[in-house]
């Protein structure tokens, strides 16, 4: 079991261009929540997808969108970046209604710096 | 609405002696509760969740973390630290119809002293 996996590790951009980062969720999960981690703070919620379509939405603007595909892997697009958007990128993935809904698997995160 | 407060960004700790990391928790549904480690620039890894069955919750390494209704409280404790926990301790809660989107603390940053 391959477990939560996260493409790419690291990512550098500029200003204002646009970013696209993938996830493939654990074997058997069919949910996956986004997450932004800030250097020295905790994980915040951005959005959470379950059947293709987002279910849950934290306070992020809408320069950030995202997208499931029937495989339940998912991207995260980050449109018109600013360097406030520098962070690690979790993904997280669980099971909906299922034996594993209680407990979410992380991957290792996208590193992306915005210059 | 959901919140963690994590007593303490940091946290140090002789080896062999007892840690206790708190983390304090406001719910307005009763919640699901977590606590996660992380490694320099590694994803998170679940030490242990509470999911409203037993209050003392065993989890992984021999951490362990009580749930206190009374105190909105689920600190986590390891008797006898090692060199090797050294690491950034999370505390989050969730939904228990959502444990997907969960609400984070800012972290706590354990170091063990040889």
């Known amino acids: 079991d391959a477990g939560v996996t996260q493409s790419p590790t690291h990512l550098i951009k500029t200003r204002g261009q646009q970013v696209t980062l993938r996830c493939s969720p654990k074997?058997?999960?069919?949910?996956v929540s986004w997450y932004q981690q800030a250097l020295g703070q905790g994980p915040q919620f951005i959005f959470q997808?379950?059947?293709?379509?987002?279910?849950q939405r934290g306070n992020f603007p809408d320069r950030f969108s995202g997208h499931q595909f029937p495989n339940y892997s998912s991207e995260l697009n980050v449109n018109a970046l600013l360097l406030g958007d520098s962070a690690l990128y979790l993904c997280?993935?669980?099971?909906?209604?299922?034996?594993?809904?209680?407990?979410?698997?992380f991957g290792p995160g996208t590193r992306l710096t915005v210059l | 609405a959901q919140s963690v407060t994590q007593l303490g960004s940091h946290v140090s700790v002789s080896e062999g002696a007892l840690v206790l990391l708190r983390c304090n928790y406001s719910?307005?549904?009763?919640?699901?509760l977590f606590w996660y480690v992380q490694y320099p620039n590694q994803g998170l890894q679940l030490l242990l969740k509470?999911?409203?069955?037993?209050?003392l919750v065993k989890g992984i390494n021999g951490f362990e973390a009580e749930f206190k209704k009374s105190e909105t409280s689920f600190h986590l404790t390891k008797p006898s630290a090692h060199m090797s926990d050294a690491a950034e301790y999370f505390c989050?809660?969730?939904?228990?119809?959502?444990?997907?989107?969960?609400?984070f603390g800012d972290g706590t940053t354990l170091t063990v002293k040889p």
């Open positions: 989050a809660v969730s939904e228990p119809t959502n444990a997907g989107k969960s609400t």
């Open positions: 997808y379950y059947e293709e379509e987002e279910r």
């Open positions: 509470y999911t409203s069955a037993a209050t």
């Open positions: 997280a993935s669980n099971g909906w209604g299922g034996p594993s809904y209680n407990e979410q698997f």
């Open positions: 074997s058997g999960h069919d949910t």
């Open positions: 719910s307005s549904v009763p919640p699901y």
